[in-house]
Each structure stands twice: as C-alpha cells, then as structure tokens.
C-alpha cells in the first residue's frame, strides 16, 4: 500500500513538472516574439520560427524512422492548416506585438477556445450549448472588452490587438479544419507536424519579398531570442504537448491552458517591465474564467482513443493544443491534432 502511494505520488509530481515546463515554454513565447521584434521584422521572425521549427521536426522524423505524409489531398490539407495555423497567425503576433505588450498578447491569445465555440456555432457543429457554456462565452468576451478598453481614447484598442485576436480566430479556423481533414487518416501526428511546418516555411518565403527583406543587425539578444522561438517555443514543444496528452490524456494537458497568460504576464512583467495593470489582471482573470465555465459543460477526454506508434495520433479526443498556446476544444470533431504557438 506504501509503495503504490509513493508511487502514485512520484507520477504525480512528474505530471506536474512536464505541465509547470510545457506552461513556461509555451508562456514564454510571447517573451521571445517582443525580444526577436527588436531586430527582426514581424515576417522574417515568422519564417525563422517555421524554418527552425521544420527543420527540427523533420529531424526527429528522420531519427524516429517516421516518413513525411504522401498524396496531393494530403499536402493540400497540409498547406491550407499551415496557412490558417502557422503562416498567419504567427504573422500577425508578430506585428500586433509591436504595439502590444507580451503579456496582453498571451491573454488575448487566451481567447482562441471561445472562438472555437462560435466557429462551431455557425458550422452548426457545436449544439445544444448548454447555460453554463453560453455564460462562459459571454463571460470570456466580456473580459476581452475589458482589456481592450475601447471607452479609453488611450486605451489597448488598436490594430496590434486586433491582429492579435485575429491570430486566436485563425487558430480556431485551424483546429477545426485540421480536426477534420487532417487527424485519423494513418498520418503520425509529427510527421504532419513537420510538414506543416515545412509548407509554412513556403508560404511566407512567398511573402518574404513584400515585408521580410528589410537590412537586419540582430544582436546576440535578437538573435538567441529567435532560435529559442523556433525551436523551444515552436518544435519541443510538440514532443513534450504528445507526451502528456499520450500517458496522461487531453484533459491533463488541458491545464495548460489556464497557465499560459499568467506566465505570460507574469515573464512580461518581470523580464520586460511591464505593467498590466488592474485592468490586464481582471480581465486576464474573466477570460480564464469564461474559458473555465465553457470547458466545464464540455465532452471530456475519457474516450480518447489509444495512440499510435508513440507519435500520439489519433489520441486526442475532444481537446487540442494551441500553437500559440493552450488546448482548446474542437466544435464537432471528436479527435483533433496538434498545431503550433503564437
């Protein structure tokens, strides 16, 4: 009995630590975006995450023996997830954290779970939303008014959180079309990954000459900044987000979620100086809050199904994590895959 408690206590404080180190790498990522901001532009940060990332992801591929995903339908889903996951979102964090502080860019980020819930609304996938949910919702975006502030001539409003919740939307978009096109088909979930990256890495190339060929002279700051946001913030992070989903479930990994805009505020703060302010912490508190209540009257993660060959596709079940940062659920679909942080 003694050492099952002991045991069992052990795991518990494993679970804690890879949740506490997922939390922080996660947290962190819009630290490194407003460090990398100071000598990079918004696209040429956007291609060296997906580049570094991709080539990361391809490399554990390459070790593990897992191959890259074949067939046009498949690369056409790929491409499409990549745009609406990657390419865009991590765009347009980039440019709104030119104007925004980190830790209002991870609170605003916190709001993609509600815009998955009024994506599935109007696909008419997400029925019967039940009291709670709804309050939740309105919970949610109530707090996302607060911080916005748009009665303050000074206030947050801008196009930078703008665009910034418009990343939290393009990720919702994402979820939901990964979840249904992408999730199931006998895919390994890195091996998607890595692709994804990798046509993410095309896409921007394409826009590179628009707005990413301006004369750079990083620091060694700048330039650290980025690689640790590619590789740590954008690639182990998958690794570590199958990991928990794979030996503890969705619903473990969940728990991540709440924790990301506390770190982020809390990194911004202590390593940047900023201020959030009595506005930023309450409406940072409403957002979890609504986020918690439309979780709560939610499926569970008690019928994912068994993952395979250790890349953990095809063990989600009614959850998923956020690129940018969180889990969120996935309106009408009952597997989802993992994407990437804003």
């Not at 979102?89 to 030119?98: K, R, T, Y």
């Not at 998958?238 to 979620?257: C, K, P, Q, S």
């Not at 439309?294 to 079940?317: H, I, K, L, N, Y």
Request: hydrophobic residues 50%; glycine residues 16%.
């Amino acid at each position: 009995m003694e050492e099952g408690i002991v045991t069992g206590g052990t795991g518990s404080l494993r679970s804690g630590l890879r949740v506490v180190v997922l939390a922080l790498l996660w947290g962190s990522t819009f630290l490194w975006t407003e460090v990398a901001l100071r000598g990079f532009s918004p696209l040429q940060v956007t291609f060296i995450r997906c580049v570094l990332g991709a080539l990361v992801l391809t490399a554990v591929c390459c070790a593990t023996g897992r191959g890259m995903p074949r067939g046009v339908t498949v690369w056409r889903h790929i491409t499409v997830a990549a745009f609406f996951c990657n390419a865009l979102p991590f765009a347009l964090f980039g440019w709104g954290q030119q104007t925004v502080d980190s830790g209002l860019a991870g609170v605003l980020n916190a709001t993609t779970p509600l815009w998955s819930i009024v994506l599935g609304l109007a696909l008419g996938s997400e029925r019967g939303l039940r009291p709670a949910r709804a309050a939740g919702l309105l919970l949610g975006f109530a707090g996302t008014i607060v911080l916005l502030a748009p009665w303050q001539g000074g206030g947050s409003i801008g196009w930078g959180a703008l665009a910034i919740l418009g990343a939290a939307v393009s990720y919702a978009l994402a979820f939901t079309y990964m979840g249904r096109t992408l999730v199931g088909k006998g895919t390994p979930t890195i091996s998607l990954s890595a692709a994804q990256l990798i046509a993410a890495s095309g896409l921007t190339a394409v826009v590179m000459p628009i707005g990413g060929l301006e004369s750079i002279d990083p620091g060694p700051v700048v330039l650290g900044a980025a690689v640790v946001l590619a590789v740590l913030c954008t690639a182990i992070t998958f690794h570590l987000t199958y990991r928990i989903i794979n030996d503890e479930g969705a619903t473990n990994a969940a728990a991540v979620g709440y924790l990301l805009p506390v770190v982020a505020v809390l990194l911004g703060a202590v390593v940047l100086g900023e201020n959030p302010g009595i506005r930023g912490v309450v409406g940072m508190v409403v957002i979890l809050v609504g986020v918690g209540m439309t979780r709560g009257s939610g499926p569970t993660a008690a019928s994912a199904a068994p993952a395979d060959d250790g890349a953990v596709g095809g063990a989600f079940a009614a959850a998923k994590p956020a690129a940018g940062g969180g889990i969120v659920e996935v309106p009408g679909t009952r597997r989802a895959t993992s994407g990437n942080e804003g």
